[in-house]
């Protein structure tokens, strides 16, 4: 079981900068590979980003390449998503998953957290 707490949301303006975190409980956390989805109001979930349970693999959906970066500590059982030169939009509710591998499939993770806000005005 891993239970997932994300933070760091919030409002900022085009073109700023927000970085969230995803803390887990459980000890299992190193064995997952993480993922970051969002939901906009009236959209469906889409897939952000994710990373191995080594760190060493990531990927990115085509809308945030380059501007995005996901990372993982797992010393610190956390997960994060840096976000450089935000868009509006990119406003939506953040979510951090985890899955026995990376996928960009959201019906492959497990485990979810409540989600964030990330608004950016124009």
């Known amino acids: 079981q891993v239970q997932l707490v994300e933070s760091g949301g919030g409002l900022v303006q085009a073109g700023g900068s927000l970085r969230l975190s995803c803390a887990a409980s459980g000890r299992t956390f190193s064995s997952y590979a993480m993922g970051w989805f969002r939901q906009a109001p009236g959209k469906e979930r889409e897939f952000v980003a994710t990373i191995s349970w080594s760190g060493g693999s990531t990927y990115y959906a085509d809308y945030v390449k380059g501007r995005f970066t996901i990372s993982r500590d797992n010393a610190k059982v956390t997960a994060y998503l840096q976000m450089n030169s935000l868009k509006p939009e990119d406003t939506a509710v953040y979510f951090c998953?985890?899955?026995?591998?990376?996928?960009?499939?959201?019906?492959?993770?497990?485990?979810w957290g409540q989600g964030t806000q990330v608004t950016v005005s124009s």
């Open positions: 998953a985890a899955a026995k591998s990376s996928s960009p499939y959201a019906r492959r993770y497990d485990y």
